[in-house]
């Protein structure tokens, strides 16, 4: 009988059973005065993460470690410092934890707090474009050193056969350590999320726009 060409082997869930697996959760953040219609697609956007977090670890096991940006503290001061910083991630990561996860630091506090100094001077505006080029090219070398002590955390702390979660912005630069499996939760919120915010963005954009040329024909 002639061999069949062609044809792939679905790999099975007992293939990915093995070895280090990371869930990578892209972060939504909603801000003091968002309006409504955006606060019901984040609401929705971390009940679907959840319900998608709770099928892989019904097929893959439980996660062992979380893991959180921004976040430099690890145990019962990362959770709190969570709790602060996002309240859909942190039902998520306390519920893990609750269920024996460890919650570790993924930031170094001395590199974090340099990459965030160097953001804050870019975002005051500066004139002088000297002082612009020298400001921005102290933010991309602190944004490299924060992304490469990222991964190196990773690759110390996560164990073999272990399951992480990584609550991050999407966007990011980090390049995961090599033997990390990477399953990328993405629910269907999360278009409708980024949709929303790209027509919010467009619509300042005109509203500037129009006042401009309000303005320039008030002259």
Avoid at 41 to 47: A, L, P, Q
Avoid at 97 to 105: F, I, Q
């Amino acid at each position: 009988m002639a061999e069949e060409l062609g044809k792939i082997e679905k790999p099975s869930t007992e293939e990915f059973k093995k070895g280090r697996r990371l869930f990578f959760v892209p972060l939504v953040y909603k801000g003091r005065e968002s309006p409504d219609d955006y606060l019901e697609k984040v609401g929705k956007y971390w009940k679907q993460v959840e319900e998608q977090l709770a099928d892989l670890e019904l097929k893959l096991g439980r996660v062992s470690r979380v893991y959180h940006e921004m976040i430099s503290s690890s145990g019962d001061d990362g959770i709190k410092a969570i709790e602060k910083l996002n309240e859909g991630s942190y039902q998520i990561a306390r519920s893990r934890v609750e269920r024996s996860a460890r919650m570790e630091a993924i930031e170094n506090g001395e590199v974090l707090t340099e990459f965030m100094d160097w953001s804050r001077c870019l975002a005051i505006g500066l004139q002088n474009q000297k002082v612009l080029d020298t400001v921005y090219q102290a933010y991309v070398e602190a944004g490299k050193k924060r992304n490469e002590s990222i991964s190196k955390r990773l690759d110390e702390t996560l164990q073999p056969d272990e399951i992480g979660i990584l609550f991050m912005r999407e966007g990011h630069q980090v390049q995961f350590p090599a033997g990390i499996e990477v399953f990328y939760v993405s629910p269907p919120a999360l278009d409708e999320i980024n949709r929303w915010l790209r027509d919010h963005e467009l619509r300042k954009t005109k509203e500037s726009e129009a006042e401009r040329k309000d303005k320039e024909e008030s002259k």
